[in-house]
């Protein structure tokens, strides 16, 4: 049982350059979620997926787009990267009675 | 809106001392409260919980208590190890099924041997 996993851990990217940041979840959740995360600004939610076939923007959407592509994975994607994008991403889940959110190891990237 | 405010840290620590990490939060009705810890290079886990007015959470030593009528729910631990040196999150549910939580930003804890 894993858990929520990401991939990758770690990239660099030039400026311009696109990607697709991936997380799957083991855990037979419906909602799914993308944080970014940076220093002295906690996490920021960029989208969420409440249920398959649906997804929501968060706080930071700007730049990115999102794909649920089944009830266990949730793709975000940046397609042309800047510096500001910069950043630690974790994909989460939450659990069905209370809405604990369950987080991936996160991916560590950097745009250049 | 919800929000969700910490102290500030870095939390500086000697082995063995009593930790509070303070938490405040603003929201309509009767949020469900979480602290999540962060150890270094990984994702957010669950600590503990509490759901309603009174609960105490508890977990690996650590306790905190929804306080309604001062909105608060501190984290404390009697007695720090190293090994609880992390980023500890504040977050709350609203009430109401939204799936969106709220966290607040923060407090890192140093415990030195």
């Known amino acids: 049982n894993a858990g929520v996993t990401q991939t990758p851990k770690f990239q660099v990217l030039k400026t311009g350059q696109s990607m697709t940041l991936q997380c799957a979840q083991d855990m037979n959740h419906n909602s799914m979620y993308w944080y970014r995360q940076d220093p002295g600004m906690g996490l920021r939610l960029i989208y969420y997926s409440a249920s398959e076939g649906t997804t929501d923007k968060g706080e930071v959407p700007n730049g990115y787009n999102v794909s649920r592509l089944n009830k266990r994975e949730f793709s975000l994607r940046l397609e042309s990267a800047a510096p500001s994008q910069t950043s630690v991403y974790f994909c989460?889940?939450?659990?069905?009675?209370?809405?604990?959110?369950?987080f991936g190891p996160g991916t560590r990237l950097t745009v250049t | 809106g919800d929000s969700v405010t910490q102290m500030e840290g870095p939390v500086t620590l000697s082995e063995e001392a009593f930790l509070t990490i303070n938490c405040t939060y603003t929201a309509t009705g009767y949020p469900s409260l979480f602290w999540y810890v962060q150890y270094p290079g990984e994702g957010l886990q669950l600590l503990l919980k509490?759901?309603?007015?009174?609960d105490k959470g508890s977990n690996k030593g650590f306790e905190a208590t929804y306080r309604k009528e001062t909105t608060s729910f501190h984290l404390e631990k009697g007695s720090v190890q190293v090994s609880d040196s992390a980023v500890y999150f504040c977050?709350?549910?609203?009430?109401?099924?939204?799936?969106?939580?709220?966290f607040g930003r923060g407090t890192s804890l140093i415990v030195h041997p």
């Open positions: 509490a759901t309603k007015a009174d």
């Open positions: 977050a709350l549910n609203p009430s109401g099924g939204s799936y969106i939580p709220t």
């Open positions: 989460a889940t939450h659990g069905q009675a209370i809405y604990e959110q369950y």
